[in-house]
């Protein structure tokens, strides 16, 4: 499995962005994907999954800001992320969890950067 994410970039606080995650290779029993990220020093952390029956988790700092969503047919997530802020500032990986296996797969990060 092949992930690509896109959408990163600079804005202002306030602003928003829409980061785009690319899955390809074999989908097949692909069930959680979901936005992790990593802010500078700091260590990676969860953003918002979405698991195959469909369900959504955020963390507590995004929810109301963010919300993730899924096309199944494309093999496309997405993270809309509004009212950003500079503590939003980070590299977003995109990935994928095969239950069946407990497989991860990564994607290279793409770099959102928060202004003040």
């Known amino acids: 499995v092949q992930l690509q994410a896109s959408g990163g970039g600079l804005v202002q606080a306030g602003g928003s962005l829409r980061l785009s995650c690319a899955a390809s290779?074999?989908?097949?029993?692909?069930?959680?994907m979901g936005w992790y990220r990593q802010p500078p020093g700091k260590q990676r952390e969860l953003v918002a999954r979405?698991?195959?029956?469909?369900?959504?988790t955020y963390a507590d700092s995004v929810k109301g800001r963010f919300t993730i969503s899924r096309d199944n047919a494309k093999n496309v997530i997405y993270l809309q992320m509004n009212s950003l802020k500079p503590e939003d500032t980070g590299v977003y990986y995109c990935?994928?969890?095969?239950?069946?296996?407990?497989?991860?797969?990564w994607g290279k990060g793409t770099l959102v950067t928060v202004s003040s």
């Open positions: 979405i698991f195959g029956e469909g369900t959504t």
């Open positions: 290779g074999s989908m097949f029993r692909i069930d959680d």
């Open positions: 990935n994928a969890f095969r239950r069946r296996t407990g497989t991860n797969y």
